[in-house]
Each structure stands twice: as structure tokens, then as C-alpha cells.
Nanobody, 126 residues
Framework: QVQLVESGGGLVLPGGSLRLSCAASGFSLDDYVIGWFRQAPGKEREFVATVSWSGSNQYYADPGKGGFTISRARVNNTISLQMNVLKPEDTDVYYC???????????????????WGQGTQVTVSS
């Protein structure tokens, strides 16, 4: 059974950093993508970044933002999202999602992804 479990969210001061983790299990494919999305109450889920399972390819919603870095740790099948210089507008629930490469479509499109974690709350506030 596929499972994605996010962790690492919390309350942080503006300008601070958080590292989110997504522990993935229950599948053994060699070619798929893990994405991070964010969602505010009453709003649509918004794409943040993706990484290939090899870890060699990353794609960001805003490459010029500079504060977010997605990576994969092979040793424990964990995908991380390092978030630096956080702002109050980064406050959201953050989700990781698995793309098996079946549905197609843009990486930005939530419908492309087959499985989702439960989300982790990130709050940036003084």
C-alpha cells in the first residue's frame, strides 16, 4: 500500500527556515516523481516543486524564488523540501504527492498525481 507521510511543519518566525520531509513507502518503481504542493483554506492546491526519483531533476514553480530546495535522500526514501527565508504568505498546509506517470499533464496540475499525504501545517508568524 502506497503511503506518503509528511512531517516537519510548525510555527516559524518570518525569515526563518523549515525542512519538510515526505516519507514514501509501498511502491518500488524506478521512474516517477514526487511533488510538493501547498494549500490555504478555501483555495486550490498550488504547486511548489517536484523531484525525480533519481533526485537528479528538480522543477520549481518559481525558480527565481531561491528560498525553496527539493531533494531526495536515497537511504531512507525521503523527499525533503528545505524552505528558507520564510514569509507570512508562505503559511499553508504543505502536501507531498506521488506521480506514477500514468495520468499526464503539467507538473503544476494536482490531478496528475496519484497519491497524497495528509499534509503538514506551516505557519510563518511573529
Amino acid at each position: 500500500q502506497v503511503q506518503l507521510v509528511e512531517s516537519g511543519g510548525g510555527l516559524v518566525l518570518p525569515g526563518g527556515s523549515l525542512r519538510l520531509s515526505c516519507a514514501a513507502s509501498g511502491f518500488s518503481l524506478d521512474d516517477y516523481v514526487i511533488g510538493w504542493f501547498r494549500q490555504a483554506p478555501g483555495k486550490e492546491r498550488e504547486f511548489v516543486a517536484t523531484v525525480s526519483w533519481s533526485g537528479s531533476n528538480q522543477y520549481y514553480a518559481d525558480p527565481g524564488k531561491g528560498g525553496f530546495t527539493i531533494s531526495r535522500a536515497r537511504v531512507n526514501n525521503t523527499i525533503s523540501l528545505q524552505m528558507n527565508v520564510l514569509k507570512p504568505e508562505d503559511t499553508d498546509v504543505y502536501y507531498c504527492a506521488l506521480d506514477l506517470g500514468i495520468r499526464g499533464g503539467s507538473f503544476h496540475y494536482p490531478g496528475r498525481y496519484d497519491y497524497w499525504g495528509q499534509g503538514t501545517q506551516v505557519t510563518v508568524s511573529s
